[in-house]
Structure formats: C-alpha cells, structure tokens
C-alpha cells in the first residue's frame, strides 16, 4: 500500500524560506519519479516540480530559481527547498509518486511509462506580504 507523508509547511513571511519533506512507503521507492503539487484556494493543482528516478528535474517557470527539489533513495525522502517565497506560493503542497503498478518478489516498483498517481495528505504553506 503506497503511504506518503508529507511535513515541514508552515507560515513564513515573503522572502522566507521553507522545507517541505515527503517520506514514501510501501514500494520500492528509488524506482519512482516524484513530485511536488500545490493547490492554491480556487484554484486547480498545479505541478510545481518533478525529479525522476534517475535524478532528472522539472520546475515549472514561477518557481525556477527559488525552489530546488531533491530526493534520499536511501531513506525513501524527498525534498522541496523553497527560497524567496512569494506571497503568491501560498497554497497546500502534496507530495506524489508515480505509479508502483508493476509486483516481483514481493515488491512493487515503477516501470515508465508512468504517470503521478499517489498523493499525500497535504502541508499548508502560508506566505504572507
């Protein structure tokens, strides 16, 4: 069973800077590209950033710069630092995985093609003026 938490949202004024955290289970997590959504009150979620299982990374044009998206396969984490936040980087962030759709020994793992799949919980990130 995929589980994502995510931790690390909080309340910070513009030009702060927060560290979200995400920790997967329930897969074998290094086999999985993973990204960070947001959804922003009335509006839809958006992908903020991606980083697949080879490390290779997205951001969208708002965020490039500011935000670095990492991951731990060691220890099934990955990372969203974000500087210089804007008032309008106010939204709830979800952590999500791609789909573990393929079963072997006892496992579930990635195989791409792929698409983001699972989502956490959400942390609330509040930038204020």
């Known amino acids: 069973q995929v589980h994502l938490v995510e931790s690390g949202g909080g309340s910070v004024q513009a030009g702060g800077s927060l560290k979200l955290s995400c920790v997967g289970s329930g897969y074998i997590f290094r086999t999985c590209g993973m990204a960070w959504y947001r959804q922003a009150p009335g509006k839809e979620r958006e992908l903020v950033s991606s980083?697949?299982?080879?490390?290779?990374?997205i951001y969208i044009d708002s965020v490039k710069g500011r935000f670095t998206i990492s991951r731990d396969n060691a220890n099934n984490m990955v990372y969203l630092q974000m500087n210089s936040l804007k008032t309008e980087d106010t939204a709830v962030y979800y952590c999500a995985t791609e789909s573990p759709k393929s079963y072997a020994d006892g496992e579930y793992y990635c195989v791409r093609p792929n698409r983001f799949a699972y989502w956490g919980q959400g942390t609330q990130v509040t930038v204020s003026s």
């Open positions: 980083i697949s299982s080879d490390g290779n990374t």
